[in-house]
Structures are given as C-alpha cells and as structure tokens.
C-alpha cells in the first residue's frame, strides 16, 4: 500500500473544488443517518447497533474518496489513523481517499475530542463498521445491477466483482447504493485481511505542512477580522483595581480597549498592534489574601508528607493492613519523590477565532474538547447551541492543555463586546503567566520487607492540583503485593491546574518506578527481575486491577532483549522503568554517560503493547515524541510562583529538551491482534524514572526531585 | 506608521505598518504568509525562522525599519512544489507531529546545509538546537536534514 502524500496535492485541490463546485460529480453519502458514530460499544452492540453509526464519506465517480477526520490533530496523527480505519473497511485505495477534517457536529458524532489517548480506543469498531457498511452496500448495489446474488459478488480496493468477471468501480455504484437501506448484519475484517492497518502510512497534511501552507489557528485569517489579546492578572488571586489605557487607545490601529470578568482586552488592526497596546497598559491589582508562592507550598506539602494519618487524607485503595506488616517487617524502605507545576507550553499559543452576530456565533481554532466549548460558549451568551458553529483547526499542540476551553469563551465574550469578528491571541509570556499547569505532586513510599520478599507498600499522595483517581489506584504494584494502601490529600491553592500529557501518571510513574529499583538494590536483586516476580504475584482475580501482568511482562522481555539488559559497554549506564496506562504498556531501557559530572541520555530502547498497530509510521513517532517529552521535564522543567506569578515566563527562563539533548530511540511493539489503545500518552510517564534509574547506576546518585537538572547541576 | 519596501520570495511589495513592527507579523498579518510561525516572540524557539539574504535568522527579533533592500525568503518560497530536498527528505521521514514548528525548522535547516553540506550527526544537532519542537519529534528531524545532506551531495 503506498502512501498518500505524493505529489498529488494539486490533483487532489483540482479535484476537491471542481466536485465541489460543479456538485453533480461528487457523491456525499451519508450512508448511516443516525447520531453518535463514537459511542463507546461492546463488540456485540456494535455489530448490530449498527445504525447508531455514520460514516461521513463521500464517494466520486471516479472512484475518489473523502473521509472526514472526526477528532481534531493535536499531533496525536489521528486525521490519519481514523481514516485508516474507515478506507481499511470499505476497502479501497488509500492513494484514492482524500481526508478531510470534520467539522463539530454533535448530531452526527460523539466524542469528537482529543484526550486520554482515547481516539483509536473508542474509534476502533464504530469507525471500521462505517465502512464495512458502506461496502456492503456499494456490493449489494452491484449485485442489484447484474442481477446476480450479493454472495456471488466482493470488493476490493475501490471495485466490485461478480463471479463472471464483471467489474464496478465504487464510483458507478455510489447512487445506487445511496438508496439502499443500512445493513444490520455488518461484518468486519479479520486482522489477517487487513491491507491498510498496519502499513507505514504518512501524515495527511504532510504536504501543507512542509510548504508553510495555513492549517492552524493562528494562521485562520478571513476579512474584515481584528485581533485582540487580553491583560489578566499576573498573579492568581489578584484583581483589577483601576487600568489607564489612554496612551494605548491612541496607539494607531488600536479599536477599543474593554475591561470584562476582571480582564482587558485590546482589540486592534493587527497582533502587533494590540501586543504594544498592551504594554503601555498600566494596571493596578489588588489582592485580598495572600498571595502564594511555590517555597511556601512545598513547606504544606511536606509538612502533610511527614505527618503521621493527617485528617486531609482519603484512601484510594486498601489490601489487608499495611500498618501491621510494616510494624512486623524485617526492613522498611521509605522515600520522598517531588515534582513540581509544569506550563503546557504549546507550541502555538492560545487563540481563537469568533464571530457574534444575532444570527450566528462562528467559532474557528484549536481545541481538543469542541463540544464542551461549543455549549459553554451558548450559555455564556444565552444562545441556542444550534447558533454556535464550531470549526476546528489543526493544532500546534494540546497536552492537556486545549481541554479548557477558556481561550475560547473569552474570543466569543469580546467578539459579542465589541460587536466585531476577532481572533483572540495570547503572547507566550501569557501562556506562561495565565496557565493551567500540571499538579505539583509529592510522593511519599513506604514499603516493608520480610523474609526477603515485599509484604507492604504504602503510598501517601499530597498535591496541588488533580489528585490520584480510582483507576491510577489499581494500576501496578496494586495486586501484587498483599498490604497495600494508597491514600491521598489536596493542598487548596488558587494556582489553576489541569490535566498535563498522561495526567498524574506523568509523576506517579517517577515516583513508583524509582521506588522499585530502591527496593531491588535492598533486596540486591536485579530490579527487573524484582518486577517479574511481583508481576507472577499478581492476583489477576482482582476485578479491580487496571493492568495485564502477561503483557506488561511481554514488553519488560522485550525491551530488556533489544537492549541487552545489564550488559552496556564500558561507561554506559542502563535505567529501567515500565509502566502501564492509557490502557497501553510500555517498558523502557535508557542509557546515559556521563560527561563533565553530568548525565547525558544517548539511547532508550522502548517497548509497547498497544495492542493492533494501526499505522507503525505515526505509533513510532508517538513514541518517540512521549519519551522525549517525558525525559525534557523530567530534566529541566521546572515552574516557581512567588507572590502569586509564575518566575518563568518565556523560553529563555524556562528550559524545554533541545536536538542536542535528546536521546535516539528504538521502538519495538509487541505483535497482537488484540483492539488497539492509544499512544499519545504512555510512553511518557516511564522516561522519567528509566534515566533516574540509569543515573543512579551511572554515579549512585539516586534522585528524588524533578527537575533532575537545575541551575546546571544535579537538583540533589 | 510608515511606509516600506519589502522584498520577501523575489516578489515587492509596499506595505504602511508601524515602524516597530517585527517581519514575523508583516508576514502573517501584513502579507497573509503563515507559514513563519509565532512561538515565543523573544529569539528562542526558532519557530518564526526565515532567511535574511540566505542566512537562517528570526523573523521576531527583526523590525520592519532593519530591512531594507536585503532579500527575505520565506518557507512559502523555499521552492516550487516542495521539491526542496529537505521538503522532500521530510516527506520521505514522515517528520512532523502538530507541525507548528517545522517551517522553522526546516527554514534553519536550508540554511545550515547550504553553509556545511557534508554536515556530521554532532553538527547537525548543534546547528539545529535554537529550533525548539515541543512534541519532540527531534529524532526524524534530525533523520530528515542528514538525509537533505546525502542528496545535496
Ligand atoms: S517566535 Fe521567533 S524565535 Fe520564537
Ligand atoms: S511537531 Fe509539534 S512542535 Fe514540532
């Protein structure tokens, strides 16, 4: 199966707008007519729940097929992989199918987000028996017209055949099939059949992407548009008291100037405009209480880390009595892990598009949760949701980030203030100031030994933020150790967090998996092994339990033999970690040297078990992208807060992963047929504690705090 | 405001914007060229990269009244039908994620091997470190410009 992406761009842009425009030629079929296409089915349900399905696409007589991309790209690759799913089913070319990114439409489809590494999961049956529909149909028209019976026919790559050897494009058949009735009965590939899943299938907007083409919010741009751009407070909990905007309102190319829900904006000709606009702004703030800062906050949480069964605490998870076997154990293990408030930092800063008016509310950019902001947008308006259209764009990046859709309400509330269509647009410095950051977590771990063998483990959680939920409760160790309690507590802080690429997961991980290995040097048993055994203890009867122990050992075998565990040459150091969530398990292996006193990651070697791979080309980058992630905040990233304001404003006091910092990767992924889970996510919480795990093999220093680099030295 | 003569992809134009203005907005909201990026406004990410007589610099940093007669190229204008062979290479690698920063960083790229076109690994991760990518797709990127290099040569 070739790819999509040669140099057809300007066939493919010939072709979309002459069908388009002409009308006659272009087929859109809305085989299904129902709602919710995305809803979460069983198996069973899916097969014959059928009509609750709709496949969006559109067949042209020349064969030519458009997909509709349902969920937004956030660089997750799902405008490929979704359509993939659908061409797989109605079996036709991939070279021959145009995607397309859908717009909101709540009547016609669920879920159409992009979080929790969902999107593949939830995608997997509905999206494929859309176009196994389709074909069925396309083949029952066929048949219709020879006159012959549907089992005597089948299709292939865009084309009917019957048992005489008479052939029908997809193209000649798509009115035909258009009247037909939905089938009921909706059979689906077998994994062995399938000839797109699977196959190395490049990135739809490649082309758009390589030329500078306009695909992201930023870039949307249509006449008669202003930009604003917004003072909100530097520092949580603060208030405006008085602003004097005189000079900037005579700024030319300056339009207005408005103070709403404790915030101004600037609305002006162009992003410069309002950018200087803004700082001629003076504003005096006022606060009632105190204004915190980070010092003050892990001094909190430490207290509440030390303090024996403080009142703030709630018990996620609780197996046999933790208390007593740590009193009867031979040793204790205890250790302190820290991680502080992470900003998103999106590549593309917050903006959107909105346009108000009495008859409409037009709304363009990036978000990962566009129904959530469609309706909060008509009810901070008082509008009916049917005004509200919502566009998506591809995205420079969510991270979590997008789920809020704040950015959005306030585009719309300024665009219904000043009665004109703008484009709201944030200053990096505003991303950073004004940020929903990743929960500052601290970890406390106890664990008690007997006779050698683990009895106990206790985990104590205080955050600022999110805290552990039910399911991250029963992920591993969680039923392979008899005692076992997790409990957690919230410090309240005006600070606003959110939801950080693989949520809480992305410090838990940090501090479970460097634990482990703090436990095996105790045992001084080799820490994979130590994990192996835990895994073979697993109690699989527990109907609690979130993970596989037989895939997690499938990736730990398989990375610790890609990468020869335990035997680097002389002056590389290897770390382990694995770590299962998003539904997906990985297993990684990082090597560091060390140059000057200081680690440097050369190499991880990554396994996964996502179950089917859709298309290795985008799980690959996936991967690559999670553990590269993972390892730069573990390293660098680091946010302080004094008197309320974030101290790191922008990228020269705010340290991201550079090319030359960065590690190579091998990614290998298990072979299965099992439905695949999502990737966007789970490799990124196991890189950090791999390389922690690897520096303190490489200088035995084992650390406890991220970031693990600070002020240029190790944050010891 | 004031009146200036640009010259950006071998095309003049005339354009009347204030005289502080950065060319990364002249480009985006002046001339409709999107394909330079916004990421940081303060030199530090790469994502606004365009060559100023051929050499990579950042369109952020450098007002509108700076320019003068000196050739600006875009992305837009790195070539016809992507037939660059770091547009090429980057098709072939299947490089980006989100995308938003690879203009950039490709922009950097065209310049660097122009300067040193039998770059080594070392090189080419130095030479590309100012280009942040926040999804970290940094290992295909740097796949892309060795593989540039090779059908340079
Ligand atoms: S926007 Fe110019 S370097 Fe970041
Ligand atoms: S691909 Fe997203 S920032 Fe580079």
Redesign the pocket.
């Known amino acids: 199966m070739k790819a999509t992406n040669q140099t057809d761009s300007s066939r493919r842009q010939f072709l979309k707008s002459t069908l388009f425009a002409s009308g006659g030629l272009l087929f859109g079929i809305n085989f299904l007519n129902a709602k919710n296409p995305l809803t979460i089915l069983s198996e069973e349900q899916a097969r014959s729940g059928f009509l609750n399905f709709n496949a969006f696409i559109k067949i042209a007589q020349d064969g030519k097929v458009i997909i509709y991309a349902p969920n937004p790209e956030i660089g997750q690759g799902v405008k490929t992989s979704l359509p993939m799913l659908i061409a797989e089913e109605l079996d036709v070319a991939w070279e021959n199918v145009i995607v397309e990114q859908a717009k909101l439409d709540i009547k016609k489809y669920k879920r159409q987000g992009a979080g929790g590494s969902k999107s593949i999961e939830f995608s997997w049956l509905p999206l494929r028996t859309s176009g196994a529909a389709a074909k069925q149909m396309l083949i029952t028209a066929a048949a219709k017209r020879w006159k012959v019976s549907v089992k005597d026919c089948h299709a292939e790559n865009g084309i009917v055949y019957n048992r005489r050897g008479d052939q029908l494009g997809y193209g000649e058949l798509v009115e035909d099939a258009t009247k037909l009735k939905v089938p009921t009965k909706i059979k689906l590939k077998d994994p062995s059949e399938f000839k797109i899943i699977g196959q190395h299938i490049k990135n739809v907007d490649l082309d758009k992407i390589v030329s500078g083409k306009p695909l992201f919010g930023l870039d949307y741009k249509i006449e008669g548009m202003f930009i604003a751009t917004v003072i909100r407070p530097p520092s949580f909990g603060q208030k405006i008291v008085s602003f004097n905007a005189d000079e900037a309102k005579n700024l030319s190319g300056v339009l207005n100037v408005i103070e709403f829900k404790n915030k101004i904006a600037i609305v002006g000709v162009n992003t410069w405009t309002v950018f200087k606009a803004k700082k001629l702004i003076e504003v005096k703030w006022t606060s009632n209480e105190k204004l915190e800062s980070t010092t003050q906050q892990d001094k909190k949480m430490l207290d509440l880390v030390e303090k024996e069964n403080p009142s703030q605490l709630k018990t996620r998870r609780k197996d046999g009595n933790v208390k007593a076997a740590l009193d009867d154990a031979d040793t204790i293990v205890s250790a302190v892990y820290e991680a502080p408030f992470l900003p998103h930092n999106t590549l593309e800063p917050m903006n959107f598009y909105a346009n108000v008016t009495k008859h409409k509310v037009h709304l363009v950019g990036p978000i990962q949760t566009p129904t959530g902001a469609a309706m909060a947008v008509a009810r901070l308006l008082g509008r009916d949701r049917d005004d509200i259209e919502l566009e998506m764009t591809r995205i420079g990046g969510g991270f979590g980030r997008r789920l809020k859709n704040d950015f959005v309400l306030e585009a719309a509330e300024i665009s219904h203030l000043v009665k004109k269509p703008i484009k709201m647009v944030n200053s990096r410095e505003d991303d950073f100031a004004n940020g929903f950051y990743r929960p500052k977590v601290k970890y406390q771990i106890k664990a008690g030994i007997k006779n050698g063998k683990v009895t106990s483990y206790y985990l104590k959680e205080i955050a600022v933020g999110g805290n552990i939920n039910d399911s991250r409760a029963n992920f591993f160790p969680a039923a392979s150790i008899e005692n076992y309690q997790i409990d957690i507590a919230r410090i309240k802080s005006r600070v606003t967090t959110m939801a950080w690429r693989a949520p809480i997961s992305n410090i838990l991980a940090f501090a479970e998996q460097s634990f482990m290995d703090e436990l095996a040097e105790e045992l001084q048993q080799d820490p994979v092994s130590l994990r192996l055994e835990l895994l073979k203890k697993a109690d699989t009867s527990d109907r609690r339990m979130a993970y596989s122990p037989k895939r997690m050992e499938g990736v730990i075998n398989l990375v610790t033999e890609k990468a020869n565990w335990g035997e680097a040459p002389n002056g590389t150091y290897q770390g382990f970690s694995s770590y299962f969530s998003h539904n997906t398990h990985v297993a990684l292996i990082a090597e560091v040297i060390i140059e000057n006193q200081l680690p440097i990651v050369k190499k991880v070697y990554c396994a996964v078990d996502c179950g089917v791979v859709v298309n290795p080309l985008g799980a690959d980058n996936q991967c690559v992208g999670g553990v590269i992630d993972g390892i730069g905040h573990a390293m660098y990233g680091d946010l302080d807060l004094k008197n309320g304001a974030a101290q790191n404003l922008n990228?020269d006091s705010y340290r991201l992963i550079r090319m030359n910092e960065t590690p190579r990767l091998e990614t290998y992924f298990v072979k299965s047929d099992i439905a695949p889970t999502g990737l966007g996510e789970p490799t990124l919480p196991p890189a950090g504690p791999a390389v922690a795990n690897a520096i303190k093999a490489a200088l035995g220093v084992r650390l406890y705090k991220q970031p693990f680099i600070k002020n240029g030295k190790l944050n010891i | 405001m004031a009146v200036f003569n640009l010259k950006v992809n071998a095309k003049s134009y005339k354009i009347d914007v204030d005289e502080t203005t950065p060319l990364?907005w002249v480009l985006r909201d002046t001339l409709g060229l999107m394909g330079t990026?916004?990421?940081?406004?303060?030199?530090?990410?790469?994502?606004?990269?365009i060559h100023f007589n051929g050499v990579a610099i950042?369109?952020?940093?450098l007002p509108i009244s700076a320019i003068g007669e000196n050739e600006i190229k875009t992305i837009e204008g790195l070539s016809e039908n992507n037939s660059h062979p770091l547009q090429k290479a980057w098709k072939e690698v299947d490089v980006p994620q989100c995308g938003y920063c690879q203009s950039g960083q490709i922009m950097t790229a065209a310049s660097f091997l122009n300067q040193n076109n039998k770059p080594s690994t070392e090189e080419i991760r130095n030479a590309m470190h100012g280009n942040i990518c926040r999804c970290a797709a940094y290992n295909r990127i740097e796949d892309a410009v060795a593989k540039a290099a090779e059908e340079m040569n």
């Open positions: 990228f | 990364l990026k916004f990421g940081c406004g303060i030199g530090q990410c790469g994502a606004c990269t950042r369109s952020c940093l």
